[in-house]
């Protein structure tokens, strides 16, 4: 009886002459598992070595949705490699990450909202979400689910009266109210909440949970999120942007540096 190899060597010898094709298929229908294995086992192996020669920590990471993205996409780099040098990081270890791709609500196609709201999702999960800057409508359902945290857990008393002015505030009596709206851009449920975000002394509850982002800011000097005066208003007010930070944050001081830079 002819041993496994000594049949392989007769196929082979049979092969020889064969045209192409005939050699071909006979190899795709004896070893295109092998093949294939093989295949993947590359693509598999090279994305791994890709990503340790490529694999930078995030010092910290910036969540900017909905920001006008054909001003900010040229702002990026420049964002980033100035808060690189506040925090004197070697980048080519380190980097600051600033994602502007996420884009949600106002008239956002449904596809691109589902993937964007999917993203938020990753960030909040994974922990990689230091800083939120927002419009006020997505702000608010941040702040109101509890996943945006309470300043005066970050800044002294004295920090919060010097920004007194430009502070958002969201009102925790309303948190459970709040989870039975099903589409906070519906006219009758803003019409349930009109509330001035400015005015503490309106709420029940009031919680500072960011800042708003003032024409005058370094931010807003920019104009990524100009354009939200032309969108219908949220609860009773024009939209606005507004950072805070994340109750997901990894350092409560590079988070703070990094909104004084935007705001000054």
């Keep these: 009886m002819a041993t496994l190899r000594e049949d392989i ?3 082979a010898k049979e092969m020889k002459d064969r045209p192409f094709k005939e050699k071909f298929e006979y190899f795709w229908e004896y070893y295109k598992f092998l093949a294939l294995g093989i295949i993947v086992g590359i693509v598999i192996i090279v994305a791994v070595i890709r990503s340790i020669l490529s694999y930078r920590d995030y010092t910290i990471s910036i969540i900017m949705v909905n920001p006008d993205t054909s001003v900010s996409e040229d702002l990026v780099p420049e964002w980033e490699s100035d808060l690189a040098e506040i925090f004197q990081i070697n980048t080519r270890k380190e980097k600051v990450n600033i994602d502007t791709s996420i884009q949600v609500g106002n008239g ?3 596809q691109i909202e589902y993937a964007g709201l999917q993203k938020l999702v990753a960030f ?3 922990r990689s979400a230091d800083i939120l800057i927002s419009n006020t ?3 608010e359902e941040y702040s109101q689910n509890g ?3 309470d300043l005066r857990n970050y800044y002294s008393e004295e920090e919060l009266e010097a920004l007194s002015d430009i502070i958002y505030y ?3 009596a309303t948190f459970d109210e709040y989870r039975d709206i099903s589409n906070l851009n519906a006219k009758e449920d803003q019409e349930k909440y009109i509330i001035d975000h400015r005015d503490p ?3 029940k509850d ?3 949970t960011g800042f708003y982002i003032t024409s005058s800011s370094a931010l807003g000097k920019t104009g990524v999120y100009d354009y939200l005066s032309a969108f219908e208003a949220f609860q009773g007010h024009e939209q606005e942007a507004v950072i805070g930070i994340p109750i997901v944050v990894n350092d409560t001081d590079k988070a703070k540096t990094a909104i004084d830079y935007f705001l000054k």
Excluded: A, C, R, V
């Design 108 to 110: 956002t196609q449904q």
């Design 9 to 11: 060597k007769e196929q």
């Design 124 to 126: 909040f999960t994974s």
């Design 170 to 172: 969201t009102d925790g």
């Design 137 to 139: 409508p997505l702000f």
């Design 147 to 149: 996943n945006l945290g």
């Design 206 to 208: 009031p919680i500072p």
């Design 201 to 203: 002394s309106s709420m």
